[in-house]
C-alpha cells in the first residue's frame, strides 16, 4: 500500500478518530473527530470556532490521533497519525457536507454552519498496525514532505549468532542472514524481548 491508501482507509473504512492536543499546562486531551476527506497526501476535518479543540489547534498547530476498526482485539487494524494542521477556514464546508451528509443533522442550515471551519492535516508521519494478520503487519509511512519516523529493534554487527533471540520472539520475525540475525520490521510487536535475552548486548532500540 502507499500513503495515499492509508489516507483512504482512514476516511473511507474508519472514519471516526480519537485525536489528542496539548492544553496550556501541557496535558494531553482527546476528542472524537472525524476524517471527512483526503487527497493523495493530506487529511481534511472540520470542526466548531466556538470549541476548546479548535483554541488548541490554532495555538499548537500539531496533533496525533488513532482510529481503529475492528471487533475484537485479533481482528483490529489500527493506523495512527501526528502531524502538523493549519486551518483552511469555510470554503471547503459544502463540500464536506456533501460527501458526509449525515453532517446536515447537526448543523441543518446554512447559517448554523458558519460555525465551522475545516482544518488540512497537512505534514505527518504514521503507522498501520495489523493485528489480524499472522504475523502481525507493521508500516511505517509520512507525507506532505514529513520524515518517515521508524521506531523499534534492530540487531547490530556485533551479533554472534547464537540464536537466543528467536526463541524469545513472539512473532518468529527473527531470521538468520549469514553468520547472524535480523529483524523482520513490518512483522515486529515492539515487545523487547530480544533487546532483554541478548547475552551480546546486540540489539538496540530505534526512537522515532
Known amino acids: 500500500m502507499e500513503t495515499k491508501d492509508y489516507l483512504q482507509y482512514i476516511v473511507h473504512e474508519i472514519h471516526r478518530t480519537i485525536v489528542a492536543t496539548v492544553d ?32 488548541r489547534l490554532i495555538k499548537r498547530g500539531v496533533l496525533a490521533f488513532t ?22 477556514g469555510y470554503e471547503k464546508i459544502p463540500e464536506l457536507f456533501q460527501k458526509n451528509s449525515y453532517m446536515y443533522q447537526i448543523y441543518p442550515t446554512e447559517e448554523s454552519m458558519k460555525a465551522l471551519t475545516v482544518f488540512q492535516i ?31 529493534y534492530f540487531i547490530t554487527d556485533i551479533c554472534t549468532g ?21 529483524i523482520e520490521q ?3 510487536l515492539h515487545c523487547g524481548n530480544c533487546l532483554r535475552i541478548c547475552p551480546a548486548d546486540a540489539v538496540k532500540r530505534m526512537c522515532g
Not at 494531553?28 to 497526501?41: G, H, K, L, Q
Request: aromatic content about 10%.
Open 24 to 55: 496550556d499546562d501541557g496535558l494531553p486531551i482527546t476528542a472524537a473527530i472525524d476524517m471527512m476527506d483526503c487527497d493523495d497526501d493530506s487529511l481534511y476535518f472540520l470542526t466548531a470556532k466556538g470549541k476548546g479543540f479548535y483554541d
Open 186 to 188: 513490518e512483522h515486529c
Open 67 to 88: 482510529a481503529i476498526k475492528g471487533q475484537d482485539t485479533m481482528t483490529s487494524t489500527a493506523v495512527s497519525v501526528r502531524g502538523k494542521v493549519r486551518e483552511l
Open 122 to 152: 497537512y505534514e505527518g508521519s504514521g503507522e498501520w498496525f495489523d493485528l489480524s494478520k499472522k504475523p502481525i503487519e507493521r508500516i511505517s509511512f509520512s507525507f506532505g514532505g514529513a520524515e518517515k519516523r521508524s521506531e523499534g
Open 162 to 182: 547464537c540464536g537466543i533471540c528467536v526463541s524469545a520472539c513472539p512473532q518468529g520475525c527473527i531470521s538468520r542472514k549469514t553468520h547472524s540475525f535480523f
